[in-house]
């Protein structure tokens, strides 16, 4: 499972924490049951105070994401179609937000805004293979 | 329970300026403080009052509830220290290091040791002065966690390590604060591993404590406005603004730290200033840290 801090961004480091267990749940790459790594184990990974990782946990826990069972690592907790379906699209929103303050700033029309999107959604994805393939 | 106290600190050094001027400062267990300034701004002076070293014109200090000067032996052993300018006996081996602060510490555990001098893969019969700078800084970090200290002082304990070489003390001070949950203070100019490692950030200024706050709400709760030169006066008006920090110039725009968080800063500033061109960044402690002590000179 991959975890990473940006030290640069103005996020703190548990809510860039949050924000990557949240993606790794609605890209479906946590599903229910997963076993979390420990605080120990992650706040070593990421070398990062341990409260920072049990804080971002702890909310998590909060927030219904995830489960605690004494003794144990915690556990992606079991999410129904309708809560991954709105996790997905928070996650998204999450994304769009600075580039939605952007477009306010630049003064550009929602409808413009909205065709900027869509032409980046018919867009094919970059082949990230071609480069990386020895052969 | 508080593990450390200063009340109202004034210390100076003979015919000087004072270096500390009223500091009071308190830290309860299990708290890690991230000790921040400049170079001579005080954070090594207050370390030193900390552990015994030095001794304030004026004020109280109390490590564990005991008066440093008093029982300096008591207290130290109860402390564990690491400094950049610490130096270990050049002559003595790795071996007989260790076996000289097993006799200092009673509650010195072997068990501890070992585990650190496998991990680091230190060479047990090497004398101190054959060891590179990250090697004999790990003979000193364990020698410092080894006796299981209640409080863990570091003086830019990563001062002159390579990155890979911080980033390993940085993971061994991890490990001891999750296994001992151990109250650490720490100063260090790397702003990326303060933030990483503290709770709390305390920057030194002037001989004052300028920002004491949680490390989180740094991010959250402080924001970098970029404005615009324009009229006249506006360095005063934006210092006389509630929760301004720092102003300074910089190629025909003021860079001010505030103390509130981006969004409703610019909301804010845009409605004081009258200029929708004002804009406000939340951005990382070493931005910040730059943008403060270069606008308040």
């Known amino acids: 499972m991959l975890f990473f801090l940006d030290p640069q961004s103005g996020v703190p480091y548990y809510r860039q924490l949050m924000e990557q267990v949240r993606l790794h749940v609605s890209t479906g790459s946590l599903t229910a049951g997963d076993e979390l790594p420990s605080i120990r184990a992650l706040a070593v990974i990421l070398g990062v105070n341990p409260m920072t990782v049990s804080k971002a ?46 477009s306010r700033r630049l003064d550009i029309s929602a409808d413009d805004a909205l065709s900027v999107f869509r032409d980046l959604l ?6 990230h293979g071609r480069e990386e393939d020895p052969s | ?72 032996v008591g207290v130290r052993r109860r402390i564990g220290y690491v400094s950049e300018l610490q130096e270990l006996p050049s002559y003595m081996s790795v071996r007989d290091i260790l076996t000289l602060h097993r006799s200092l510490y009673p509650n010195w555990d072997d068990e501890v040791a070992g585990e650190l001098c496998s991990r680091f893969e230190l060479p047990a019969g090497a004398k101190i002065a ?53 109250t ?46 324009r009229g006249t006066d506006l360095h ?12 300074r110039e910089r190629d025909g725009t003021f860079r001010a730290v505030f103390e509130c968080e981006s969004e409703a800063c610019r909301a804010q500033l845009v409605q004081d200033l009258e200029d929708p061109n004002v804009q406000c960044l939340s951005v990382g402690l070493e931005e910040m840290f730059i943008e403060l002590v270069g606008g308040r000179s």
């Open chain 2, 1 to 72: 329970m508080k593990v450390l106290e200063f009340h109202d600190i004034t210390m100076a050094y003979e015919g000087g300026q004072p270096v500390l001027e009223g500091v009071s400062l308190s830290v309860e267990s299990g708290e890690v403080i991230g000790l921040l300034g400049r170079n001579g701004a005080g954070k090594t002076t207050l370390i030193r009052i900390a552990m015994g070293m030095l001794a304030p014109q004026s004020g109280t200090v109390r490590v564990l509830g005991e008066d440093p000067r008093g029982d300096l």
């Open chain 2, 236 to 247: 005063n008006k934006l210092l006389a603004l509630p929760g301004c920090l720092s102003v």
């Open chain 2, 130 to 182: 054959k060891l590179s700078k990250g090697q004999a800084r790990q003979v000193a970090l364990l020698c410092a966690i080894s006796h299981r200290p209640d409080l863990l002082i570091l003086d830019e304990p990563a001062g002159g390590l390579d990155p890979a070489a911080r980033r390993e003390f940085l993971e061994t001070s991890i490990r001891h604060l999750s296994d001992t949950g151990s």
């Open chain 1, 122 to 127: 018919n867009e094919s994805p970059p082949d």
């Open chain 1, 57 to 102: 946990y702890g909310y998590l826990e909060a927030e219904q994401l995830l489960e605690r069972r004494p003794g144990r690592p915690l556990v992606v907790r079991v999410q129904t179609n309708e809560q991954l379906e709105i996790g997905r699209l928070e996650r998204l929103r999450e994304s769009l937000l600075d580039a939605s303050t952007l």
């Open chain 2, 184 to 229: 650490i203070l720490f100063s260090s100019h790397h702003m990326a591993d303060v933030e990483r490692m503290a709770s709390r950030l305390v920057m030194v200024h002037d001989g004052q404590l300028w920002i004491d706050s949680a490390v989180d709400d740094v991010r959250e709760g402080y924001c970098l406005a970029l404005v615009p030169v």
